[in-house]
T-cell receptor
């Protein structure tokens, strides 16, 4: 079974600065997807960024980028130029092959607080 | 485009009572998921439907939880009887099809408190 671990329960960052969230996972599959989801307070979860395991290039979405290290099974998220609206819970998630029904396995989450 | 709708948003019940949650996925989405999110934890998949068939219900406590998606659109998740440990947010999500490359869109969730 796949597991996803987020070792940082909470992080704070000053507005306009950069913060990096850690995520490690365990799987025996060779092809899979990794995701970062954002869950703002009392609001619904949205997808921030997605990485396909067979793609070596790290994914980037505006101020969000990942550092994907397949051999180390590490998938960190960097938020650049942090904004107050980035305050939220961030979840790292794993999804295996189509045959597994693309079930998402989530980590425990990291709470990010952006301070003005 | 309307998002995933869920109701009710909040529910408080006594233990041993029953409760039902409703989800309406994004129009045209064939795959529907129910997740349980206990406070301070990440969501955990309870059941996944592809149209009106069950793809994965391996983590659904079948002695008390049931779910259906009879016409392949709306879905209902029921708990009967509820236990204290069922207190959680129940999230519904949908995707256009199965496949990890297809984004899952989440609803606002139903927060259940069991007293």
């Amino acid at each position: 079974a796949q597991t996803v671990t987020q070792s940082q329960p909470e992080m704070s960052v000053q507005e306009a600065e950069t913060v990096t969230l850690s995520c490690t996972y365990d799987t025996s599959e060779n092809n899979y997807y990794l995701f970062w989801y954002k869950q703002p307070p009392s609001r619904q979860m949205i997808l921030v960024i997605r990485q396909e395991a067979y793609k070596q290039q790290n994914a980037t979405e505006n101020r969000f980028s990942v550092n994907f290290q397949k051999a180390a099974k590490s998938f960190s998220l960097k938020i650049s130029d942090s904004q107050l609206g980035d305050t939220a819970m961030y979840f790292c998630a794993f999804s295996g092959t189509w045959a597994a029904g693309n079930k998402l396995t989530f980590g425990g989450g990291t709470r990010v607080l952006v301070k003005p | 485009e309307a998002g995933v709708a869920q109701s009710p948003r909040y529910k408080i019940i006594e233990k041993r009572q029953s409760v039902a949650f409703w989800c309406n996925p994004i129009s045209g989405h064939a795959t529907l998921y129910w997740y349980q999110q206990i406070l301070g934890q990440g969501p955990k998949l309870l059941i996944q439907f592809q149209n009106n068939g069950v793809v994965d219900d391996s983590q659904l406590p079948k002695d008390r939880f049931s779910a259906e998606r009879l016409k392949g659109v709306d879905s209902t998740l029921k708990i009967q009887p509820a236990k204290l440990e069922d207190s959680a947010v129940y999230l519904c999500a949908s995707s256009i099809q199965q496949g990890a490359h297809n984004e899952q869109f989440f609803g606002p969730g139903t927060r259940l408190t069991v007293l």
